[in-house]
């Protein structure tokens, strides 16, 4: 099992950044890809990145690129996601999750809450 502790949301005005952090524990020597995700009110649940074990294959939806960076520290057992230039359409709750491989999710994080006014 891994528990995984999402923070570094917040309000934020359209064009300004946040940085969310995910920290995991539990079964964290195993070698699992992170990812976010988000869900905005009356959506459904999103990919939004994510990236391997070692930090070498990063994906990103189209929707996110050039904006957002994923990253992780091992030593730390924390993924991060910097957002940047944010918009209104970025609000929405955002999930960590842990995966087997790289976009899967086989454990979640219980959500930062993450918005943006115009």
């Known amino acids: 099992q891994v528990q995984l502790v999402e923070s570094g949301g917040g309000l934020v005005q359209a064009g300004g950044s946040l940085r969310l952090s995910c920290a995991a524990s539990?079964?964290?020597?195993?070698?699992?890809?992170m990812d976010w995700f988000r869900q905005a009110p009356g959506g459904e649940r999103e990919f939004v990145a994510a990236?391997?074990?070692?930090?070498?294959?990063?994906i990103y939806a189209d929707s996110v690129k050039g904006r957002f960076t994923i990253s992780r520290d091992n030593t730390k057992n924390t993924v991060y996601l910097q957002m940047n230039s944010l918009k209104p359409e970025d609000t929405a709750v955002y999930y960590c999750?842990?995966?087997?491989?790289?976009?899967?999710?086989?454990?979640w994080g219980q959500g930062t809450q993450v918005t943006v006014s115009s």
């Open positions: 999750a842990a995966g087997f491989t790289i976009a899967a999710a086989n454990y």
């Open positions: 539990g079964r964290t020597s195993s070698t699992y890809a």
């Open positions: 990236i391997s074990w070692s930090g070498d294959k990063l």
